[in-house]
């Protein structure tokens, strides 16, 4: 029988970067929001109290799955191993995806707790799986959902593999799927091979406040998904919001979160308070992510100050209590004749900024190529390039090298080049929102 441990909850922490000077007649204030959590417990394999996960995996088992062969075991393969990875007490269940979905563990309508009997025998299950079929990916998360409101965890999260498009389901289907399922659980999702569409795999995780990313050779598959379940595995505290008050003749222009990767928040804004908004974050275990925050403030006079917004990470309390703060900064602005002071940028403000122009750049050179607008494709990849180059941005200026030969960084002069493999382009396409963190002094 394992022993069940109850882990540490994480401490939360919040920093603010920003110039809070303002020349008079200007009322736009920017602010890297830095969140923090640390102190809970990691991705280990200490069993945790029954109740704190609940997983579930879609593999896609469509008949292309089995062209070439290699992608259905190496799908067989990584969910055994993912499986392989949960810790004892986690809830969790593994879907067959086609046109329909099914269930192929537990198979009784909800989730089984893992151990070394339910591991063996999820494993057993998994030897069965076969392709034939088409796709319909709402059906696999609509099971997904159904299996986890059934659960009492506090972290729900799906993993959701794919090698083709969404080519048996109407996309507003898709789409009304994924605004149900957002806010009930988190996933991830992957491409695997070359010939799934992007947009759909990066709007899925998008939705769900997961990741995505493209797994092009099969083989790497298993240690792909090792690495994802360890993740959620580290999860420790679901449903926190990024809360911002602001003051009467204040209002949020934007959010984003600009590191580990570029997601725009603002429209997922649900009203707090008449003046205070909170923005989903999902699950956190140890880890630190940054916000952009926009707000427009009232015009004011040389030499007045205000409280631009309050910043705060809360999460749900129990039944008939208030959220519980986790932590908060304030954003403030302070009106000035100074040139020097309220021109200055804070060099976090600019340097995310310029990451989330680099994925703007690097989406619309790709279309732009897709298109045959050479012109327009060179433009928009050769700043791309320059961006990745003064941000040491390295992994995206590797993966720009392999579609624009590049004639000079600093300057972003490039050439298109006349041949790009399929995964290439798929894969700066798919891991363009990746950003790079401040470079410390």
């Known amino acids: 029988m394992a022993n069940f441990a109850k882990p540490s909850a994480p401490r939360f922490s919040v920093e603010v970067y920003q110039n809070e000077f303002l ?36 593999v896609d088992c469509s008949g292309s799955m089995e062209y070439p062969p290699d992608k ?32 192929v563990f537990p198979r009784r309508g909800h989730l089984a707790i893992a151990d070394a009997t339910t591991r063996a025998q999820a494993k057993e299950a998994l030897r069965g ?79 769900l406040l997961g990741t995505a990313d493209i797994v092009a050779d099969p083989a790497r598959l298993t240690a792909d998904f090792t690495q ?56 956190w275990g140890d880890e630190s992510r940054e916000y952009h925050v926009c707000v427009r403030v009232p015009g004011a006079a040389v030499g007045q100050e ?9 999460m749900p309390g129990a039944p008939g209590e208030q959220p519980a703060v986790l932590a908060q900064g304030l954003v403030r602005a302070v009106w000035t004749d100074d040139l020097a002071a309220s021109t200055a940028i804070n060099p976090q403000v600019a340097h995310y900024t310029g990451q989330a122009e680099l994925a703007q750049a690097i989406q619309q050179g790709l279309e732009a190529r897709k298109l045959g ?9 050769g700043r791309a390039v320059q ?10 200026a590797k993966l720009l090298a392999k579609v624009v030969d590049v004639v000079d960084a600093a300057a972003g002069t490039v050439r298109l080049k006349a041949k790009v493999a399929d995964a290439d382009e798929m894969t700066l396409e798919t891991r363009s929102t990746q950003t790079v963190r401040v470079r410390k002094s």
């Not at 830095?34 to 809970?40: F, H, K, L, N, Y």
């Not at 794919?162 to 507003?172: L, S, Y």
């Not at 009930?184 to 569409?197: H, K, L, M, N, S």
């Not at 961006?387 to 995206?396: F, K, Y």
């Open 129 to 207: 799986l076969s392709s034939g079929g088409g796709t319909a990916i709402g059906t696999w998360l609509r099971l997904a959902d159904g299996l986890l409101r059934g659960s009492t965890a506090a972290i729900r999260h799906g993993i959701l593999l794919t090698d083709g498009r969404n080519e048996h389901e109407d996309p507003a289907v898709l789409r009304a799927t994924l605004d149900a399922c957002a806010g009930r659980f988190t996933c991830d999702a992957r491409g695997v091979g070359t010939d799934w569409e992007v947009k759909e795999v990066t709007g899925i995780a998008s939705a």
């Open 72 to 103: 259905m075991r190496g799908a067989r393969e990584a969910t055994a191993a993912a499986v392989d990875t949960l810790r004892d007490g986690t809830a969790f269940a593994v879907i067959a995806g086609t046109h329909v979905a099914k269930e």
């Open 228 to 283: 994802m379940m360890e993740n959620v595995m580290g999860k420790e505290v679901a449903d926190v919001s990024l809360r911002l008050w602001t003051p009467v003749g204040a209002e949020v222009l934007y959010v984003k979160q600009v590191a580990p990767a570029v997601q725009d928040l603002t429209g997922r804004r649900t009203e707090a308070s008449p003046r205070a908004g909170d923005y989903p974050t999902g699950s």
């Open 23 to 58: 020349a008079e007649g200007s009322r736009d204030v920017h602010a890297i929001v830095t969140v923090t959590s640390t102190g809970g417990a990691t991705a280990t394999r200490t069993a945790v109290a029954p109740g704190g996960a609940a997983v579930v995996i879609m």
């Open 387 to 396: 961006l990745a180059s003064s941000s040491g941005n390295a992994d995206t």
């Open 306 to 314: 205000m409280l631009a917004a309050r910043a705060a990470l809360v």
């Open 373 to 381: 607008d050479v012109g327009g494709a060179t433009a928009k990849l």
